[in-house]
Every structure is written in structure tokens, then in C-alpha cells.
């Protein structure tokens, strides 16, 4: 396209305009064409990785069994206002709710969902559906007859709780709190909490493998951020070859190593340190966790921590020498603050994967080194209550979002940088 | 670094004992993985050295477990399910990866910090939450207990790596020569494939590795979505470690090693080789 320009050599305002849409088209144009080129990713993610985890977060506060198995009572209860025992058309709704569940043998779903708010309820609601084809209206007194847990206030104020179709409840036990038939919430006495405790172990444990790597990782990166690098590149493969070994290898391998008759005990036996029969135990509890896992993160600790190392030049070491600081002070003021960044980023790093650990815990951290990830396993695959693993994964992601969102605050998403 | 001849005493000792730490570090880290090695040669049903290897007697050494693991069903069927899955998620992951990265380090895109965060979410969010989320949703679609969800989700995982990889060598990329190609009349494909593509292709294998590697090696989502039909290796040592431990799990270790070892050196050789012809010489 032509352009003409007059005799000033200025473009004439028909032809600024011209240009100016131009070039406004083109820009759109390539905004058009960079997110063209980001969008199936975008979407493979949002559809196979985000909803996913969307999903769970219904789930965690999904609760549809006791009100699409027992919907008429469901729906009778609406109204009851829980200070006295339902009346009659309550109780009718409920036998309807037993005589259709028992048919479509489905009941047991709202049965189950009931007895993990209050035990008991399963055989109480079980109990009655088997014998409802023998009862005759008045359903009120009959049913109480045959089982004189229908008079209790309480197991009714439950199932109007959890008549509806949306529930708290599984937080509520994620925190250790039990809710009262009144609706009141508190913790569990302190001998029965579980989860709570098992947060404050997997936090715990996960600030002691940080705090193992830092000490570790800091004095190797030093070493090979002061080498010269030819060196320092034949050292760092002994940093990656772990990094690039199967996990379950090297938890495997530290079975061998660590079992009562692996081989460091056996060495230590050998070298007469400890007797024979007083091998020490250190796999299938929290110690076997903390060793097996500061290994496997080690490299995630030393790779950041090296590659900030390698950025400070090591003449400042050396004149803060010559000004008269003696080496303790050299390192402390001069060194150890240039260094602040890279430990920050491995630490968080380092902290962000273990508190998801789920794989070494289970091999082998016996009963004392289990962390959160084991509890929501056993919850999905052991005990199938499924509501309550979505809540504590929903909880572990939160805490792990808001790591991550000091993570990019202190080193920036776009600084991740692998090897 | 060697000890200056001004050091006294006190700093000789700190220097050795400095340099003895490191060591110890090192070993540390070693040692798990070249322990497993011998002990996959080992005659007896042990996870210990025996008193014959100790003194290198050959009868106290055998193949017995490669041969164990090679003529068992369940690991072959394993290793050609872990192939066929981590093939197709790699491949998937590579190609939608460098798509992505192409366009992330277009300065025009918008909101890119914020997509950055999406696409790099499957590394930051725990794998058994993950697993637990793709449970449910996978089931519900009617695509758990298959070799489509399994490669998907693999894919996921595997996205993040190749995106991080590629976006990295493209931050060191040219971008007047591709317009310089456009210049001499290229067309934009052709470009693509005979500048872009041959100078960004270390990142992409790279990160086509790491891709690789995370579908090879991944075993939580894999016990929650996938099915007896689609075992893989690690489900199967995943399984052999918690039900019966025998050495056969070190033989496949000790493949494992042999595996990451040429992986990491394939990844070296690419990042040297991406450092030279972007003109970083180290």
C-alpha cells in the first residue's frame, strides 16, 4: 500500500489515520495469534486438570445421600422446628422413605451417611426397614415400638441436618469438631483429634526436612559454586543422578539401607558399634520418613541455592577479608545475605513437596511418619468416605496455594528453572 | 579453592572438616542408588549383603532376579503399558507445551502471569490431590480404569515441564531472524521450520524428557485412576515394595538407574548444546 508523504516530509492526517489502524490491526492481529497458540493448552488444562480438582471442591461440601434417598422426610422436615418429637405426618413420611428405600435397596446409602454424623444411626434406620412391612399407620407409635431410638430428639435433629443437599460438615471433622445435635460446634476432646494433629505432624516434619536440606544443601552449593566449573559439573551429577531416579527407587533403596537387617545396621554391627541384638530402628516410623525424604528433596534444595551462588562474585568475600573482617563475619554480613534469595526459593520449594508427600510416608513411615496425603488416600480407598478426602484435599491445597503464593511473590513463576 | 598460606591453624581445621562435610553430603546422596545395584545381583531372596559377596565369591552373585523380571507376565505386561502411556502423553505434552510456550513469550499475549500460574499448576498442586480430583471427575466421564485418562492426566503432569523448558530457551531467542526470514519472503510455516523450530528444539526435548520421565516414574495418580489392565512399572513396584518385598524390585531399579543415567546425560549434552549455539559459552 502506498504512502504518500508531502513536502515537509510529514504524512498528511488521512494517511496518519490510515497508519495508525494499520498498525492497531496488526497488533491485534499477533494478540489474536499468541493466544491462539496458548489456548489448547489452556483448555487441555482447565478441562483435565482444573475441574478436576473443581469437581472436588463440590464434592467436599456435597452431600445428596440422605436427601435423594430419603426425600420425603427430607422434605417433612423442612419445617420441624426441633423442639419437640415430629408429629405424625413426619413419621408417615419416614415409612414411606423406609418402604421405598428397601425396594430399590438403596436406603443403606442414606443409612451409612447418617452413621459417620452419629453411630448408631445405620442399625436404627436398617433395623426399621426391615421390619417396616409389618408396621401399620400409626406409623408414630409403631415405629418408636419397634425401636424406641425414634424417640430420641436427637437422632432427628440429625437427619434434618443433613437433609440438605449442601453440608459443612465434613470441614467440621476435618478440623477435629464435632457438631452437637443442637448445632453447636466444638472440638473434639483433645485424645480423640486426629486430623488436626496429623496437619501439625505433616507441617512439622515438612519444616524439619527443610530446615535437614538447607543444612545439608547449603554447604555442597558452597563447595561447588566455588569450584572451578569443569569440576563442578562432574560433582553436580552426583546432585542429578538422584534427582533423575525413579522415586520409588530410591524409597526402595532406603529400605535396604535402613531395615533392622539392612546394611546400615549391619555395618554397624560389623564395625562393633552397636550388639547384634540392639539393631536400631530407624525405618517404618517418623525418623525413616525425615531421612528418605530429605534425600529424595536434597537436589530440589541445592539447584536454586547453587545457580544464586553462582551469581555472587567471590571478590567480595575476599575484600571484606582484607578490610578486617575475620571469616565468621565475612560470611555472615557479606555472603550470607547475597545468598538470601536462593535459600528462599529452595526452602519453599522444598516445603511445597513434602507437605503433599504421600509415597515415602506410606513405605516407610510405619505409624509415626505418616503426613496428611496417606490420611486422604486411606479416606478414598480404605474407608471410602470420599466427602471427607475431598475436605482434607481441599484444606492441603489451600495451605499449599497460599506457600506458593509467597513463593512467587519472593522468586516469581517465571524464574522456575529445571537443572 | 585451596587453603591460602596466611590461614592459621584454626582455619586449616575449618577447611578440612568443611571440605569432609561435603563429602559425607555427598555420599548421602550416592550412596541409596549405588548400593541397589550390587544388591540386585544377589544370589539370596536378601536386601543385605551376604558374607559370599562381601568376599566377592561369583556363586554368591546371580541373575537370577533380571531373569525373574523378564520372564514374569505382570512386569512385561507392565513395561508395555508404562511405553504405550508414557509415549502418548509425552508426545501430547510436547506438542501442546511448545504451542503454549510459542505464544508466552509473545509479547502481546495478555494476562500472562496469570496464565503462566495455570499452565504450571499440575507441578505445584500435590499429586494426591490431583489424584483424588481426577478420581472422582475421571469416573464420572467414564474414562477411569482406561488408557485414555491415564494419558491424559499423565499428560497434565507432564505439560508443565515442557511449557518451563521451552519458555527458557525462548528467552534467549532471536526474534529478528525471523523477521529477517520474513524479509527474504519465507512464509511463516516455512520459517517456523527451518529457524524457530531447529533453535528452540533442545528446550523441547528437554522438557520432552522431564515429560517423559514424570509419565515413567508417576505412580499416585496412577493407583487412583488407572485399572488391573493398565498396571504400570511403578504400580507394579508400588505394590511388589508394599506386598512382598523381593529382589526382583532391585533388578528393576537397577534398569531404572541405567535409564535416568542416560536420560541425564541426554539432557546435559542438549543444554550444552543449547548454551553453544545461543552463543552462552560456559
Redesign the interface.
Known amino acids: 500500500m502506498a504512502i504518500t508523504v508531502d513536502a515537509s516530509g510529514d504524512l498528511s492526517p488521512e494517511e496518519q489515520k490510515r497508519l495508525k489502524a494499520d498498525l492497531h490491526r496488526s ?1 491485534f492481529r ?2 489474536v ?10 483448555v ?3 478441562v ?9 471442591l463440590i ?1 467436599s461440601v456435597e452431600d445428596p445421600q440422605v436427601n435423594e434417598y430419603m426425600p420425603l422426610t427430607s422434605a417433612a422436615l423442612q419445617d420441624w422446628d426441633g423442639q419437640e418429637l415430629p408429629d405424625e405426618a413426619i413419621f408417615a413420611a419416614l415409612a414411606q422413605d423406609l418402604i421405598a428405600g428397601r425396594e430399590s435397596k438403596e436406603i443403606g446409602k442414606a443409612a451409612t451417611r447418617l452413621n459417620y454424623e452419629s453411630s448408631g444411626m445405620r442399625s436404627l434406620i436398617m433395623g426399621s426397614a426391615r421390619k417396616i412391612s409389618r408396621i401399620e399407620p400409626p406409623y408414630k407409635e409403631a415405629l418408636i415400638e419397634a425401636d424406641k431410638d425414634w424417640a430420641d430428639i436427637d437422632n432427628w435433629k440429625v437427619i434434618k441436618r443433613l437433609s440438605s443437599p449442601y453440608t459443612t460438615s465434613y470441614y467440621v471433622a476435618a478440623l477435629d469438631m464435632e457438631t452437637s445435635p443442637d448445632g453447636e460446634v466444638s472440638f473434639v476432646p483433645e485424645n480423640q483429634q486426629i486430623y488436626l494433629k496429623l496437619f501439625w505432624r505433616t507441617l512439622w516434619m515438612s519444616m524439619l526436612i527443610t530446615a535437614m536440606t538447607v543444612l ?2 547449603y ?2 552449593s558452597y ?1 561447588l559454586a ?2 572451578p ?1 569443569k569440576k563442578a559439573n562432574v ?1 553436580m ?6 534427582f ?14 535402613l ?1 533392622s ?3 546400615l545396621n ?1 555395618l554397624l554391627v560389623w564395625l562393633g558399634i552397636i550388639a547384634d541384638e540392639q539393631r536400631l530402628q530407624m525405618i517404618y516410623n517418623a525418623l525413616g520418613t525425615v531421612i528418605a525424604m530429605t ?1 529424595i528433596l ?2 530440589f534444595m541445592i539447584l536454586p541455592l547453587y545457580s544464586v551462588m553462582k551469581t555472587v562474585p567471590p571478590s567480595y568475600l575476599r575484600a571484606a577479608r582484607s578490610l578486617g573482617a575475620n ?1 565468621w563475619t565475612a560470611f555472615w554480613q557479606v555472603y550470607l545475605p547475597q545468598t538470601i534469595p536462593g535459600i528462599s526459593a529452595g526452602a519453599i520449594l522444598v516445603f ?1 513437596l513434602a ?5 515415602t510416608p ?2 516407610v513411615g510405619g505409624q509415626s511418619g505418616q503426613f496428611i ?1 496417606n490420611l ?2 486411606y479416606h ?2 480404605g474407608s471410602l468416605n ?1 466427602g471427607m ?2 475436605a482434607l ?1 481441599v484444606m ?2 489451600v495451605l ?1 496455594m497460599g506457600i ?1 503464593g509467597l513463593y ?1 511473590r519472593f522468586v516469581g ?2 524464574n ?4 | 579453592m585451596a587453603v591460602p598460606s596466611y590461614a592459621g591453624p584454626l582455619e586449616r581445621t575449618w577447611y578440612y572438616a568443611f571440605r569432609v562435610f561435603c563429602a559425607a553430603v555427598f555420599i548421602f546422596l550416592i550412596a541409596p542408588i549405588l548400593v541397589i545395584v550390587p544388591l540386585s545381583f544377589n544370589a539370596e531372596p536378601y536386601f543385605s549383603f551376604t558374607q559370599g559377596m562381601l568376599t566377592l565369591d561369583p556363586d554368591a552373585y546371580s541373575t537370577r532376579w533380571y531373569e525373574e523380571f523378564l520372564t514374569s507376565d505382570r512386569w512385561l505386561e507392565s513395561i508395555k503399558n508404562s511405553v504405550i502411556v508414557a509415549f502418548f502423553s509425552t508426545f501430547l505434552a510436547a506438542s501442546l507445551g511448545t504451542l503454549a510456550a510459542l505464544g508466552l513469550s509473545r509479547s502481546e499475549l495478555p494476562y500472562k502471569g496469570l496464565i503462566m500460574g495455570l499452565l504450571i499448576s499440575p507441578m505445584i498442586v500435590p499429586l494426591i490431590i490431583a489424584a483424588a480430583g481426577m478420581f472422582f471427575f475421571y469416573s464420572s466421564l467414564g474414562i477411569s480404569q482406561s488408557y485414555l485418562g491415564l494419558i491424559l492426566a499423565h499428560t497434565a503432569l507432564g505439560t508443565p515441564f515442557v511449557v518451563i523448558t521451552v519458555t527458557a530457551t525462548l528467552s534467549g531467542f532471536d526474534h529478528n531472524l525471523v523477521k529477517a526470514a520474513a524479509n527474504l519472503g519465507a512464509t511463516p510455516t516455512y520459517t517456523f521450520f527451518k529457524i524457530t523450530m531447529p533453535l528452540i528444539m533442545t528446550g523441547v526435548i528437554s522438557g520432552a524428557l522431564f515429560a517423559l520421565m514424570t509419565s515413567f516414574d508417576e505412580v499416585i495418580v496412577a493407583i487412583f485412576i488407572a485399572g488391573v489392565e493398565q498396571r504400570t512399572i511403578p504400580m507394579q513396584m508400588w505394590s511388589g515394595i508394599r506386598e512382598q518385598i523381593s529382589p526382583t524390585i532391585l533388578a528393576v531399579a537397577t534398569i531404572l538407574i541405567t535409564f535416568s543415567v542416560i536420560m541425564l546425560a541426554t539432557v546435559e549434552i542438549l543444554r550444552r548444546r543449547s548454551d553453544r549455539i545461543r552463543g552462552i559459552i560456559s
Open positions: 497488533l499477533n494478540k495469534r499468541a493466544c491462539l497458540l496458548v489456548a489448547p493448552l489452556v487441555f488444562i482447565l483435565t486438570f482444573v475441574a478436576p480438582i473443581g469437581n472436588m464434592r545439608l544443601g554447604p555442597v563447595f566455588s569450584l566449573v560433582l551429577i552426583l546432585v542429578l543422578l538422584p533423575w531416579t525413579s522415586l520409588l527407587v530410591r524409597t526402595s533403596s532406603w529400605i535396604a539401607m531395615q537387617q539392612g546394611i549391619d534425600h536434597l537436589p571469616p511445597i507437605i503433599g508427600y504421600y509415597i506410606a513405605l496425603g486422604i488416600a478414598m480407598q470420599w478426602a475431598a484435599g492441603l491445597l499449599v506458593y512467587s513463576v517465571n522456575v528453572k529445571l537443572g
